[in-house]
């Protein structure tokens, strides 16, 4: 426990600059979006009927972007202070896990309090926004996946090499072509999360994600350090 | 002296190279060891497998009776000091300082202070920005402050200068008398390190060649130096090591017990100890000219 402990305080020291920066660079750009809807109503695109929705992709850009970096620089960082692979591994689902919640909270902090600046200023994006805690469990669910897969993805680069890794990117990009409609995260978030059908992807979403954990431990178990 | 480590028939492959083969060996408790070899020998390998950072392909690692590998209670008590951190490069000295007194459950916060003030290492610089001899100050501060019972160090005075490398032994010895913490330590600098090492391993082409004391270690070897006609009959004993020859005086190196030591010296002969880098150096040659024989099927 006291290890756990001193673990997410050194993924706190770890992620706390990084996470400032990009949460200050995403508040900006939404405070400059918030400013030109109200100001300069003529340069917005108003094809875009979800308020905020590059946060979305961003935010999965940068957890894809953590994931990576937990297989490939937190594993041989921890493993040279001597934390052992399992603490290591369980640290990693547990930190993974609070780090999406708290990002995908964040959004929603940042959705709706967006939402009542834009509406006492006169400025409507969206009619009405979806239940907070739906919401933030469609993100979180989402983002989880995300992130674990690219966890993957860096452990098969680390413990393998560049061809397999390149192999799996392939095997993404494949995926990803023959699954049905486009990527599009506000979409997916804010109009299906309240239904049905929202729940259910977000279950398959946390149930894919609890299976690459387990793949991941597979690869984590016996994973040497490099030594060059 | 207990065992506080043992390696029990341990191997460790890299597709068709083995790197240690074979090797079994126990490392004692509260004493500095010797890890020898050449460049390639599979110290460094050796050491990440007793560190826990890589699993060996066969055989076990024993810590104080149990089980290394897949055992959480183990590894907080070994520290692998390695000569190069890669994971470490892009963080500042003191976030690095930072992490190791969060992490390593006996870190000595006063003794790190000392250490980076006795070292000038600037705590803000990136570790990739620092100096080769700043690095090995680096990891030379993790070891010694980890107060981790089991220390290893891989190649730690890389590119420090003479004050520093004497600064480091210093260190050591104060420690590992105080603590009794057991240490153990590859270097190429055998000469200026022999003082420290109580114990020597040797490793030849991942193979554990000796385990042993290193009084007994080097009170092993001798030069036999005289008249080329008196020493003529010993040369080809396979416990020579060395032969050199110069206007009808022969030097020998023998490794191994001297049975007519008295009869020798009653013959003219000169016999006087070898010193540890030389006893090194001479029997990794004996050993790389077996293993070329054994190659070209001469070996009997």
């Known amino acids: ?228 | 002296m207990n065992p506080i480590m043992e390696c029990r028939q341990i191997a460790k492959n890299y597709g068709k190279s083995q790197a240690v083969r074979n090797a079994t060996t126990v490392f004692e408790e509260g004493a500095v060891h010797g890890l020898l070899g050449a460049n390639g020998a599979g110290k460094t390998t050796l050491l990440h497998i007793i560190s826990g950072l890589i699993y060996p392909s066969q055989g076990q690692v024993l810590y104080d009776g149990q089980p290394l590998h897949d055992n959480p209670s183990v590894a907080p008590n070994i520290c692998l000091v390695k000569s190069d951190e890669r994971s470490w490069a892009d963080y500042k000295v003191k976030d690095l300082i930072n992490y190791c007194s969060l992490l390593l459950p006996a870190w000595d916060e006063k003794l790190a202070a000392e250490l980076l003030q006795k070292f000038r290492l600037p705590g803000n610089k990136k570790y990739k920005q620092l100096s080769r001899g700043m690095q090995s100050m680096v990891g030379i501060v993790k070891g010694l402050a980890s107060r981790a019972p089991l220390t290893l160090f891989d190649e730690p005075t890389l590119g420090l200068d003479a004050d520093m490398r004497e600064t480091f032994y210093e260190l050591m010895i104060a420690d590992c008398g105080e603590r009794q913490r057991t240490m153990i330590l590859s270097t190429h600098l055998i000469d200026e390190s022999a003082n420290l090492f109580q114990y020597i391993t040797l490793l030849e082409q991942g193979v554990v060649t000796s385990h042993m004391d290193k009084d007994e270690f080097v009170e092993q070897a001798h030069y036999l130096q005289g008249d080329t006609s008196l020493l003529q009959g010993l040369a080809s004993d396979p416990r020579v090591l060395h032969e050199e020859s110069l206007v009808g005086t022969t030097v020998l190196v023998w490794y191994g017990e001297l049975e007519n030591r008295d009869d020798l010296e009653r013959q003219g002969i000169k016999i006087g100890p070898v010193p540890l880098q030389k006893l090194f150096v001479y029997l990794t040659r004996k050993g790389n000219s077996n293993s070329e024989e054994y190659n070209n099927g001469n070996f009997s």
């Open chain 1, 1 to 228: 426990m006291e290890t756990s402990r001193k673990m997410l305080r050194f993924h706190w020291l770890d992620n706390f600059k990084p996470l400032a920066y990009f949460w200050s660079i995403l508040l900006l750009v939404d405070i400059a979006q918030v400013v030109v809807m109200r100001y300069f109503p003529e340069i917005t695109n108003s094809s875009n009927s979800f308020l905020f929705s590059a946060n979305y992709g961003a935010i999965a850009i940068y957890l894809l972007v953590c994931g990576i970096l937990m297989a490939t620089n937190s594993f041989p960082l921890l493993m040279s202070f001597g934390i052992p692979r399992q603490k290591f591994y369980l640290n990693l689902i547990g930190t993974s896990a609070l780090l999406c919640a708290a990002m995908a909270l964040m959004q929603n902090i940042v959705v709706y309090g967006g939402y009542q600046v834009t509406t006492l200023l006169g400025v409507t994006v969206e009619d009405s926004i979806p239940a907070f805690f739906p919401l933030w469990y469609s993100q979180f669910t989402f983002y989880l996946f995300d992130m674990f897969l690219f966890t993957l993805l860096g452990t098969v680069f680390y413990r393998f090499g560049t061809l397999p890794g390149l192999i799996m990117i392939a095997v993404f990009v494949l995926v990803l072509n023959l699954s049905p409609g486009d990527l599009d995260f506000a979409e997916n978030f804010e109009l299906t999360a309240p239904g049905w059908s929202g729940w259910t992807v977000s279950h398959l979403f946390l149930g894919m994600a609890a299976i690459l954990i387990g793949i991941g431990w597979l690869l984590y178990r016996r994973a040497p350090v490099r030594t060059y």
